[in-house]
């Protein structure tokens, strides 16, 4: 926490703002998707990404030296690479389903954490925290409607988003024993950016300058997102704003209905809901054993 104190106040403004901004970067990345490859488009926003972090690094207390120094840089490189893995398929999901229906089901990635950390971290998960599990796991099968008529498998890539994101939520965790938020801060976008530029270039595609300039548009969102939530998490504790993040749900979902004309169906009104009281619910309790 940085001087400022525990700004609870600020730091939701903060996280809502952090959500709103997210939210508009889902309609960009998905109107660019859906008119270029996702691997082209995901490319460029880390460059401006990569460019942000090694800023932000080289004007830290110990300069891009500190930055760089881990004893566990391949834990960190592969953080950086699920990460950018994610946000492929995440795009790819906005793409297939829609934003409502991807955010609906994305927003199940805190539950995976929690029944992830015991095996992978070996933190104890009690009874009650498993079952908010359960309740959102039926709230993602509300969502993704298994069992009527023929199963959409294209319904599972928002789930495999959350799933990618939630392990690479726990990876943070866990190199954040030894190493410092900026350390893997600054692996998370130059790994990212390395990895997806030797892939992306192969699907280099000519873009029209208006859709350069929503290309533009969606690196700023990018960079002013994690900005804000940075900030956000410099003037409050991580327990008291979290909750305010389930806010990207909403501006996800007005963006698609707004924008896209995705269709809000009663099964995703309930089953998001669902997933948010089971995921408030687990925040909370581990805001009180904390």
Not at 52 to 74: D, K, M, N, Y
Request: glycine letters at 12%; aromatic letters at 12%; one cysteine or more.
């Amino acid at each position: 926490m940085s001087g400022q104190g525990n700004n609870v106040p600020l730091g939701i403004t903060l996280m809502i703002l952090t959500t709103m901004v997210f939210g508009g970067q889902d309609a960009l990345s998905r109107h660019l998707a859906e008119e270029y490859n996702v691997l082209m488009v995901v490319m460029i926003r880390y460059w401006f990404f990569a460019a942000f972090v090694i800023a932000l690094a080289a004007r830290g207390r110990e300069g891009l030296r500190g930055a760089v120094r881990t004893a566990q840089s391949w834990l960190q490189i592969l953080r950086g690479v699920l990460l950018v893995g994610e946000i492929c398929v995440a795009i790819l999901a906005f793409v297939l389903l829609g934003l409502v229906e991807s955010t609906a089901v994305f927003i199940s990635y805190p539950l995976l954490i929690a029944a992830l950390s015991g095996p992978l971290l070996g933190e104890h998960v009690g009874w009650r925290r498993w079952v908010a599990i359960g309740v959102g796991f039926i709230g993602v099968m509300i969502i993704l409607q298994p069992g009527r008529g023929v199963f959409n498998p294209a319904a599972l890539v928002p789930l495999l988003a959350a799933f990618m994101f939630a392990v690479y939520g726990l990876l943070t965790r866990y190199v954040a024993r030894k190493d410092r938020a900026a350390t893997s801060f600054f692996y998370t976008g130059v790994s990212g950016a390395v990895v997806i530029t030797l892939i992306g270039l192969w699907f280099w595609e000519p873009m029209t300058a208006v859709d350069w300039g929503w290309m533009l548009l969606l690196c700023i969102t990018g960079v002013t997102g994690h900005w804000l939530l940075i900030r956000c998490y410099e003037v409050a504790e991580a327990s008291a704003v979290q909750p305010f993040a389930y806010f990207q749900l909403m501006f996800s979902s007005l963006m698609g209905i707004w924008i896209f004309g995705d269709v809000l169906r009663m099964g995703v009104v309930v089953g998001a809901a669902l997933i948010v009281a089971a995921g408030l619910f687990t925040l909370w309790r581990e805001r009180v054993k904390g």
